[in-house]
């Protein structure tokens, strides 16, 4: 059982950054791979960028790619999500997912675990 705490986020205007950090229990931790999503109201939750646990292989969303990038501390147990440029459609709660055996890390059916959310609002 993996259990998943999201924090970082906030208000903050376009152009600004935040870091976004999902903080994990287990001791296998670093053998998961960590997934952020998010979803704006209205829309369905969307891929935002992985990260593998046995090559560290990273995958980055096409609409947030080169402003945003996925990384994890396998010592602090922790995935971290740096965003930077922020757009007022970056604008969403944003959740971090955990899986042992993911085949598609874009899929999100294919995680086995979820943390709570952290909302990120960018003002224009």
């Known amino acids: 059982q993996v259990q998943l705490v999201e924090s970082g986020g906030g208000l903050v205007q376009a152009g600004d950054s935040l870091r976004l950090s999902c903080a994990a229990s287990?001791?296998?931790?670093?053998?998961?791979?960590v997934g952020w999503f998010r979803q704006a109201p209205g829309k369905e939750r969307e891929f935002v960028a992985a990260?593998?646990?046995?090559?560290?292989?990273?995958y980055t969303a096409d609409s947030v790619e080169g402003r945003f990038k996925i990384s994890r501390d396998n010592a602090k147990n922790t995935v971290y999500l740096q965003m930077n440029s922020l757009k007022p459609e970056d604008t969403a709660d944003y959740s971090c997912?955990?899986?042992?055996?993911?085949?598609?890390?874009?899929?999100?059916?294919?995680?086995?675990?979820w943390g709570q959310g952290t909302q990120v609002t960018v003002s224009s």
């Open positions: 997912a955990a899986g042992e055996r993911v085949m598609n890390p874009l899929n999100r059916y294919t995680y086995d675990y």
């Open positions: 990260i593998s646990g046995s090559t560290g292989t990273t």
């Open positions: 287990g001791r296998t931790f670093s053998i998961y791979t």
